[in-house]
């Protein structure tokens, strides 16, 4: 464990433990197990949020994303009458294909991660109320859909499946990020994409990768919101969901710059960022005040990041000056006894005589 992550550790257990103080119901095992859920549903796609800033971009249309999946999926299940586990399928291949064409704008055409998917948040968003008429889908309780219900929703030995379905992801990602070549590119691409282009690493196959799992993983997260909510609504459902997603990044040690983060970090910050939200229930701050909250989040993670970075710059230049001093003075005392050698020898045969 790194030291950003094992002080992001530090800091979740002394909150926790002030919330319990002012409040012991926090600890309860209920608002434990809720909390759980809670990080397991935002947890899922905050992991692809990290590995898109990871790579220098941004993904501003997850939550209108949700809004377009959800709506499409409860009707497969409704309307269509389709089974489950194809549309459950058609779903996932629908993120993974708006994260592709997300992902194709961005490396293909050379256009800026902010407008692709500030573009996207705009489109999926009207697309889904369109779809609709602007009105809720209502989820049907057939007996394929409660199947899926149960495992969406359900739990294992008292623990949610969502929390269930997070650390099975993180692992499967960690290992991918950390632990394999794929991950070393992506880490190169974030902190010099053109010296990652010359040193021979197909960038743009790096960084469209992270767009294609960012919308898989939207994807999983929407079937899991439509089973917690049971309804879409699609002018409210993941609206600004996109901002959980970033600051629980941002909270997790990825810098916006790109080049910097973790799984595991990521995980730690949407942990952090839901005991922060329930520290504001118990404080009795009201909710509509819950996006001011997470702007501070966001606002305090990245000017801390800007401080870590100018901290690592003088450490940097302090080392280079330490390791050239060295050099310098032997270099200058070999000048002087050179000068000297020089002055005992004599400068020529007319003085001599």
Partial sequence: MMKKELGLCLLLVVISAITGGINPAFLSWVNLLNMANLIGLFGVFALGEGLVIITGGIDLSLG??????????????????????????????????????????????????????????????????????????????????????????????????????????????????????????????????????????NTNVVIATAYIISGGLAAVSTVLFVFYTNSVSPSSFGNFYELYAIAAAVLGGCSLRGGEGSILGI?????????????????????????????????????ADQQLQSRRRRQAALEGLARTAPRSTHSQGKQGASAHGAAALPTGTGDQA
């Avoid at 489950?84 to 194709?104: D, H, K, N, R, S």
């Avoid at 520290?279 to 993670?301: D, E, H, K, Y």
Wanted: charged share 10%.
């Fill in 64 to 201: 209108s994303m949700f809004a377009l999946l959800g709506v499409v999926f409860v009707d497969l299940l409704t309307t269509y009458q389709i089974a489950w586990p194809l549309a459950l399928l058609l779903v996932l291949m629908g993120g993974l294909a708006l994260g592709g064409i997300q992902g194709f704008l961005i490396t293909r055409l050379k256009m800026q991660p902010f407008i692709v998917t500030l573009c996207g948040l705009l489109i999926y968003r009207g697309a889904a109320r369109y779809y609709t008429s602007d009105s809720t889908r209502g989820f049907g309780y057939g007996d394929e859909a409660s199947t899926l219900s149960n495992i969406a929703s359900g739990n294992v030995a008292g623990i949610p499946n969502t929390f269930i379905f997070l650390i099975i992801l993180a692992l499967i990602l960690g290992v991918l990020l950390h632990r394999s070549v794929y991950g070393r590119w992506l880490y190169a691409v974030g902190k010099n994409e053109e010296a990652a282009r010359f040193s021979g690493i």
């Fill in 267 to 303: 995980v730690l910050g949407t942990a952090l960022l839901q005991v922060l939200q329930n520290l504001v229930n118990i404080l009795g701050i009201p909710n509509s005040l819950n996006f001011a909250v997470m702007g501070t989040v966001i606002l305090i993670g990245v000017l």
